[in-house]
């Protein structure tokens, strides 16, 4: 009998978020470095919410530009935490709080 009784249902996935989309579209075999930087990237805004420094990304930082500006949808992914392009770097207003 199973399910206690119930029937499982027909609920459909819900879709996707923006987010979700993009970390899905990344090539897998650049992914984890991508999110790997995009996690250090992370901790040290949330760790230090007030310096600008943090705040900042230089695109044409090599590093920087080898993880994520080479990277398909990685730069999509920061986006849509809240970074914001400005020519060739990424800022992420005092506004936005991860």
């Known amino acids: 009998m199973g399910y206690a ?3 499982p249902g027909n609920r459909v996935a819900d879709k996707l978020t923006p987010l979700q ?11 984890q470095e991508s999110l ?10 949330v ?3 007030g310096e600008e420094k943090f705040r900042r990304i230089n695109l044409a930082n090599p ?8 990277v398909p949808f990685a730069i999509d992914v920061l986006k849509e935490m809240g970074w914001v392009q400005d020519e060739d770097a990424l800022l992420l ?3 936005v709080h991860l």
Do not use: F
């Open 5 to 7: 009784g119930y029937s």
């Open 47 to 49: 760790r230090n919410p």
């Open 63 to 70: 590093k920087i530009s080898s993880a994520i500006t080479d």
């Open 36 to 45: 790997e930087l995009i996690e250090k990237l992370t901790r040290n805004v």
């Open 21 to 31: 989309q993009a970390l899905r579209a990344l090539p897998l075999d650049k992914a």
């Open 93 to 95: 207003p005092p506004s």
